[in-house]
């Protein structure tokens, strides 16, 4: 073990002073080194140190199939079993928070306009832009609840829009889906999926969404399972992200908020449903290469 120890930090620090740290000779590192399997050990070694990296830049979310997909984009050729027993042996296990008190933030107790459920759960899509879900989470901190409202993108899961607040108003929903517009610049032929909430079913927003030419669906009543996937994105952000943190304020979850999505979600965190990419390299492998067949429905 102290010579695998000097091994995996040689790069580093001097043998010598390695050896001497840990009170062995140099040249019984040097005879360790040259037995059978000594290479071996030394791939190991290397991938120990890698998958660590891996698993820390996550702030420890990733269970060993995400880290074997990093080593693996890394060019650090590796089973995922030996990801699993190295992360086993060392014990780093993905965090999970269970979550908080619900709150309610649907208000679906109102006379407006409710659209068909033209969704119907078929999560799949073909394309970006072809599918848009959106829904209303919470953020508990020390100054009251911050409100987040968000739009994501049904291909690549990637979050296209989203705007946080102290109201649960139409404001905080129109944003979010002005920001996805903005961003993205669908050309028609887009469907809108959302829950029946006054916010969703309000003048402003059916307005909003015949201008930029979005069809609007909606879920079935008090059906959660009608919005599945911006559930569980909700769910993620709360047990990887935001459960193990508390905010002084809005403006300071409004930060970590914009760190999980803008820099972590989208960029840096891989999917299982997209055969463990990003959502925004799912989508650049989209424009260089579209796929000749949809995919089917992606699962969580």
Same mark, same amino acid.
């Not at 996805?180 to 909003?208: C, F, I, M, T």
């Given at each position: 073990?102290?010579?695998?120890?000097?091994?995996?930090?040689?790069a580093?620090?001097?043998?010598?002073?390695?050896?001497?740290?840990?009170?062995?000779?140099?040249?019984?590192?040097?005879?360790?080194?040259?037995?059978?399997?000594?290479?071996?050990?030394?791939?190991?070694?290397?991938?120990?140190?890698?998958?660590?990296?891996?698993?820390?830049?996550?702030?420890?979310?990733?269970?060993?199939?995400?880290?074997?997909r990093?080593?693996?984009?890394?060019?650090?050729?590796?089973?995922?079993?030996?990801?699993?027993?190295?992360?086993?042996?060392?014990?780093?296990?993905?965090?999970?928070?269970?979550r908080?008190?619900?709150?309610?933030?649907?208000d679906?107790?109102?006379?407006?306009?409710?659209?068909?459920?033209?969704?119907?759960?078929?999560?799949?899509?073909?394309? /970006?832009?072809?599918?848009?879900?959106?829904?209303?989470?919470?953020?508990a901190?020390k100054?009251?609840?911050?409100?987040?409202?968000?739009?994501?993108?049904? *291909?690549?899961?990637?979050?296209?829009?989203?705007?946080?607040?102290?109201s649960?108003?139409t404001?905080?929903?129109?944003?979010?889906?002005?920001?996805?517009?903005?961003?993205?610049? /669908?050309?028609?032929?887009?469907?809108?999926?959302?829950?029946?909430g006054?916010?969703?079913?309000?003048?402003?927003?059916?307005?909003?969404?015949?201008?930029?030419?979005?069809?609007?669906?909606?879920?079935r009543?008090?059906n959660?399972?009608?919005?599945?996937?911006?559930?569980?994105?909700?769910?993620?952000?709360?047990?990887e992200?935001?459960?193990?943190?508390?905010?002084?304020?809005?403006?300071?979850?409004k930060g970590?908020?914009?760190? *999980?999505?803008?820099?972590?979600?989208?960029?840096?965190?891989?999917?299982?449903?997209?055969?463990?990419?990003?959502?925004?390299?799912?989508?650049y492998?989209?424009?260089?290469?579209? /796929?000749s067949? /949809?995919?089917?429905?992606?699962?969580?």
């Amino acid at each position: 073990m102290k010579y695998g120890w000097i091994d995996e930090r040689r790069a580093e620090y001097p043998i010598r002073a390695l050896c001497a740290a840990l009170e062995v000779s140099p040249s019984g590192y040097y005879e360790w080194k040259s037995r059978p399997g000594g290479e071996r050990r030394e791939r190991r070694a290397r991938i120990v140190q890698a998958a660590q990296k891996f698993f820390e830049e996550s702030r420890r979310i990733y269970g060993y199939r995400k880290v074997h997909r990093d080593l693996v984009a890394a060019d650090m050729a590796c089973s995922r079993e030996m990801v699993r027993q190295v992360m086993r042996e060392n014990g780093w296990k993905s965090k999970v928070q269970r979550r908080g008190r619900r709150v309610v933030t649907t208000d679906s107790a109102h006379d407006l306009p409710v659209a068909a459920n033209l969704l119907n759960r078929d999560f799949g899509a073909s394309r /970006p832009n072809e599918k848009w879900v959106t829904d209303i989470t919470y953020v508990a901190t020390k100054e009251g609840w911050l409100y987040l409202a968000t739009v994501l993108d049904l *291909y690549s899961r990637r979050i296209v829009g989203w705007s946080a607040g102290d109201s649960l108003a139409t404001a905080l929903v129109r944003e979010a889906l002005l920001r996805a517009v903005r961003n993205r610049l /669908p050309k028609g032929d887009l469907l809108h999926h959302s829950d029946r909430g006054s916010q969703y079913a309000s003048l402003e927003y059916r307005n909003l969404l015949e201008i930029n030419e979005l069809t609007a669906s909606m879920s079935r009543k008090a059906n959660c399972w009608d919005n599945a996937p911006m559930e569980s994105f909700f769910g993620s952000l709360k047990t990887e992200w935001l459960n193990f943190e508390q905010f002084a304020n809005r403006e300071q979850a409004k930060g970590s908020v914009f760190e *999980y999505i803008e820099v972590f979600y989208n960029r840096r965190r891989r999917h299982e449903a997209l055969d463990y990419r990003t959502p925004i390299e799912f989508e650049y492998l989209y424009k260089c290469a579209p /796929p000749s067949h /949809p995919p089917g429905v992606r699962k969580k």
